[in-house]
Structure formats: C-alpha cells, structure tokens
C-alpha cells in the first residue's frame, strides 16, 4: 500500500481550514492508500492561529477561555479523525520527511499564499530531493494570478511536481505559462465528501423551533 504524505495547514484553529485537511486526508485513504499528515508548524501560521502573550494582552478574560476552549476541542478532533506524523516538523527539520512517502500531497487551502506563509516554501516541496514524488491538489494563494514579484519562487519549485491542480481558475494559466505543464481547476476537497459522510459531524439540534 502505497504511503502518502499530506502536508497542508491541519494544526488550526480555523473551521474551513480543518475540514478540508479532513476531506482530502479522508478521501486519499478511501482510495486505498496509506494516508498521514505531515505534522509540520509553520512560524506564519503558529503566529496567525495561536494563541500568545501579546494576544492576550488585548483580549478579555472570557475571549482567552474562549479560544483555550476551542484550541482543545480542535486538537481532540484530530486525534479522532486524523493520522498525524509522530514527529512534528519546522523549517529547520522538515528535511527529515523526505524519502518517508512514496508521495508528497500539497492541499489544500491558502498554501500558496507567501503572505500568510511568511514566504514558507515548505508548502512548494522546497525540501524534497530529486526522485521524491509530488502532487498538488486545490492549493490556493488567495487571489487569481500570480504577484508579478512571487513568480520567480513559484516557477522554481513548482516545475518539480508531477502533477498540479489549483482551486482559482485564474492561476491554471498563470502556471502553465510559468512550468509548461498542464494544470487542473479542481474543487475544494470538501466537496469529495458525500452529506452521508459529513451528517456524522451534525450534532441535534438543542434548539427546537
């Protein structure tokens, strides 16, 4: 069974974020391969979604349980639904994930947006050695075309993968014309999942009316 490493923004806090980390992870393994998520923290994210002691300083006691609260209940979800890699990765280590999967998964979400990412380019494989499988599926940036300053970055890691597919329709063309490959327009991986399959996440209703 073939080994796949998910690498996307899974340590959140953000609904939209979490589930399509679920869907993609959820939909791979319904494929039939051996599905895990790279457990890797990204300074721009951790910085974006945590919270810290600067934070604090501006939020009201029932806001700072609040988020604790929420913080908790996110992290005991995916230790439910999720398969997460033992070791936790950061920029200075995540070298130590290649040859560990027979492929590297990109997406989805904002993985491309370099503004959010700190200018991460772990989210273009940039550690990966040559040989290394690597597919994107619904990797975003945000906005339909490429910064005329960012294509530069994005041509050099992106002409590696073996296969690409984005979720704006606007930067199938922008890549293409920067790799010289063909790029798809896909969904979002929420859409996999069936209203069978997302039903179980439905609590009843407390309120009737």
Known sequence: MKRIGLLTFHDTTNFGSWLQTYALYEKVR??????EIIDYRCKGIELREKLSIDKM???SIESIILQI?????????????LRISKKKYTK???????GKYDMYLLGSDLVWDLNITYDDTT?????????NARCAYAASSGRDHIPELQRDVFKKYLKKFNSISVREIGMVNDI???IEKEVNHVCDPTWLLNYDEWK????????KE
């Open 200 to 207: 179980n996440f439905i609590k009843k209703r407390k309120i």
């Open 123 to 131: 989210y273009m494989f940039d550690f990966l050695n040559e040989g």
């Open 92 to 98: 200075e280590n995540i070298y130590m994930a290649n």
């Open 69 to 81: 609260k929420k913080q908790i209940a996110f992290y005991l979800y995916s230790q439910k639904y």
């Open 57 to 59: 300083h501006s939020m």
């Open 176 to 178: 293409e014309e920067l």
């Open 30 to 35: 319904q494929l039939g391969y051996n599905a």
